[in-house]
């Protein structure tokens, strides 16, 4: 069936960074885009960015341009998120999630991977 | 960027009675609207695309409507499986932005 595998729960001290992976099954990965959403907790949804798994084109959240990098690794069929310099406001449940080519709804979303910022 | 906000932020309903959730846009978004439906402990779920499309699997009680700025989220006949938090997100513009929720909680 079509899903998004999501590596596991993350502790990281601030200033430090995270790499979060997104492997898909059962479906043609480069015939559609990931985004990346993250929840704070208690929290609404936040849109971090997106990435074509077709060519690689990304567009980020202007908030985190300069901290965040989307890659893909379409060998493996794998997205990753990495953000950088972590603060304890990243604190947050972070999703990838399946979208077209372009802006689009989000229809398969992972399990989601808590990242935690402590010190 | 686009706001999106939606009303109320708690909507207090009985199991069988209807349930009408709104978003409004701080401008058009078109079509581009969907509703997800999140509970605790898991991944936000695709309810509607394009406003008024049910995604795969998702039943026909639930129901969305509008255009432009203004787009409304029905639930029919509400089951106890219902009772979560809604979000609308348009997709028509970057950066892609979501509603702030509407928690639907059993009157």
């Known amino acids: 069936q079509v899903q998004l595998v999501q590596s596991g729960a993350e502790v990281k001290k601030p200033g430090a960074s995270v790499k979060v992976s997104c492997k898909a099954s059962g479906y043609t990965f480069t015939s559609y885009g990931i985004s990346w959403v993250r929840q704070a907790p208690g929290q609404g949804l936040e849109w971090m960015g997106w990435i074509s798994a077709y060519n690689g084109n990304t567009n980020y959240a202007q908030k985190l341009q300069g901290r965040v990098t989307m890659t893909t690794d379409t060998s493996t069929s794998t997205a990753y998120m990495e953000l950088r310099s972590l603060r304890s406001d990243d604190t947050a449940v972070y999703y990838c999630?399946?979208?077209?080519?372009?802006?689009?709804?989000?229809?398969?979303w992972g399990q989601g991977t808590m990242v935690t910022v402590s010190s | 960027e686009i706001v999106m906000t939606q009303s109320p932020a708690t909507l207090s309903v009985s199991p069988g009675e209807r349930a009408t959730l709104s978003c409004r846009a701080s401008q058009s978004v078109s079509s581009n609207l969907a509703w997800y439906q999140q509970k605790p402990g898991q991944a936000p779920r695709l309810l509607i695309y394009?406003?008024?499309t049910r995604a795969t699997g998702i039943p026909a009680r639930f129901s969305g409507s509008g255009s432009g700025t203004e787009f409304t989220l029905t639930i029919s006949s509400l089951q106890s499986e219902d009772f979560a938090v809604y979000y609308c997100?348009?997709?028509?513009?970057?950066?892609?932005?979501f509603g702030q929720g509407t928690r639907l909680e059993i009157k």
């Open positions: 394009g406003a008024s």
């Open positions: 999630a399946r979208g077209g080519w372009d802006k689009d709804a989000f229809d398969i």
């Open positions: 997100q348009q997709y028509n513009n970057w950066p892609i932005t």
